[in-house]
């Protein structure tokens, strides 16, 4: 089973098309076409979801132990896949891109998608349970507050209880919403079976605590993360699962990301129009191993392209809830340094732009990305007796000058390009195109200030 975990906040206007973009991986139809059923088999009951609420026929299809699993999980589900998790927030319309790009990318015969809810103000949570309810022909188990789709009185603790969350140390979250659903892939294919899960939070705890939340529920032995804001290509899953084959001792893949829209990007394709990337099942896969020296200055690793080890990611103790913005680039370091991991260079999920986003804004993001590279640099850290430190803070705030000079920040940039001059005064490196990084940030900023002044005043 696989677990997709989906954080949110108020993300009303893109969750849907994250949602969709799950259903519609191309994993799906795979393991159908690869399915032969035993004799005497129902090919409907062959990748049915098994329920550790209400009734169940799984027990001839999931082993003993994985049955024992989904008992001691309150609401738990026996899946073949993995469960995905993504914090949502308020950012209008946009919440069923998230949910679709989910549901696209699973490849085994079930899945469950466990949406977190990070208090958003605004109707992410009303959008999603709607959602559920249509693409479950409205079997949803267990709702919240008003809701059109009915409630199954046989859901242990019945709709609103709280469910304890035991992993790193985040607060409740209120079950709004559980449905399964059985969902043909054609005339003459079994069944593919999910479950749907939508957990709120009572207070905003941010993306790390939210996503903690997720992985605490999940019973996959995989998890796969999608940004509410964040659409999934169809191959997304295929081929994770197919590196994972390749490549056993891995603990993580992750992939390259392009914005929507975006250009062509080695070998894959691009239209104009919806910024759709072709796969060929057939097409050899380029993937490299991703180590610790990735990692000195960047984080090359999207968030919403990472299909991870469950028990690896308990093992390193998950998000760290003090950081809001690069707590992705936190937990990275630490899996990389547990485990062995690869990248495929090739783009598996689409992002998109929205302003005032944390990570576009270096007054927030700056602080809060040193404190990363402090930690891993101190002692216990990843990088803990290794030379570099003052070069990779040097190229954080060169980031910040640049980020500020964008939005006509120039007094904000000048510190900022100074105090990376005062931390590092040789050149940053080579290894990222950055041997001559000062020099282009320099001049952008001289050139942004003279275009800004040639602006009329209104």
């Known amino acids: ?169 985040t607060s409740n979250a209120t079950l709004r919403c559980t449905s399964d659903v059985s969902h043909p892939t054609s005339h003459f294919l079994p069944p593919l079976s999910s479950r749907f899960t939508l957990l709120s939070l009572p207070a905003n705890a941010g993306p790390a605590a939210a996503r903690n939340v997720g992985i605490a529920a999940a019973i996959g032995d995989w998890i796969a993360f999608l940004d509410a804001d964040d659409i999934w290509l169809p191959h997304r899953l295929e081929v994770g699962f197919r590196c994972v084959r390749d490549y056993p001792a891995t603990v993580m893949v992750c992939g390259k990301s392009i914005s929507i829209g975006g250009k062509e990007s080695q070998g894959m394709t691009s239209t104009k129009d919806g910024g759709e990337v072709h796969y060929a099942a057939s097409d050899s896969l380029p993937v490299r191993k991703i180590t610790l020296d990735d990692f000195v200055l960047v984080n090359p690793v999207a968030t919403s392209t990472v299909l991870i080890r469950t028990d690896i990611l308990k093992r390193v103790g998950g998000f760290d809830e003090q950081f809001r913005g690069p707590e992705d680039y936190d937990l990275w370091l630490r899996v990389v340094a547990a485990g062995e991991a690869v990248r495929l260079e090739i783009p598996i999920s689409s992002y998109r732009h929205r302003p005032g986003s944390l990570s576009l804004d270096d007054r927030k993001f700056l602080p809060q990305v040193i404190r990363v590279l402090d930690k891993a640099y101190a002692s216990g850290g990843v990088y803990e007796n290794r030379r570099g430190h003052a070069r990779a803070v040097a190229y954080q705030w060169l980031c910040g000058a640049w980020s500020a000079a964008e939005r006509g920040d120039f007094r904000r940039a000048m510190q900022c390009f100074i105090t990376s001059f005062i931390n590092w005064p040789w050149p940053i490196g080579g290894e990222l195109n950055l041997k001559w990084a000062r020099s282009k940030v320099g001049y952008y900023m001289v050139k942004a200030m003279f275009r800004r002044r040639e602006c009329p005043r209104s």
């Open 1 to 169: 089973m696989i677990s997709i975990i989906i954080p949110s906040y108020n993300s009303s206007a893109t969750i849907v098309e994250a949602l969709d973009s799950v259903l519609g991986q191309t994993l799906w139809s795979q393991w159908a076409a690869s399915f032969v059923p035993q004799s005497g088999t129902p090919a409907a009951k062959v990748g049915s979801v098994q329920c550790a609420v209400g009734k169940s026929d799984l027990s001839a299809v999931v082993p003993e132990a994985e049955a024992q699993v989904a008992a001691d999980v309150p609401g738990g589900c026996i899946d073949s896949i993995g469960a995905t998790k993504r914090p949502t927030r308020s950012p209008g319309r946009r919440t069923p891109p998230c949910v679709s790009s989910l549901t696209s990318h699973v490849s085994p015969s079930s899945y469950e998608v466990i949406i977190v809810d990070d208090c958003s103000t605004d109707d992410t949570v009303e959008v999603v349970e709607r959602w559920i309810a249509e693409k479950t022909s409205g079997s949803v188990q267990c709702a919240v507050g008003k809701s059109e789709a009915p409630v199954a009185a046989d859901v242990p603790g019945g709709c609103g209880t709280k469910k304890e969350n035991a992993f790193a140390g």
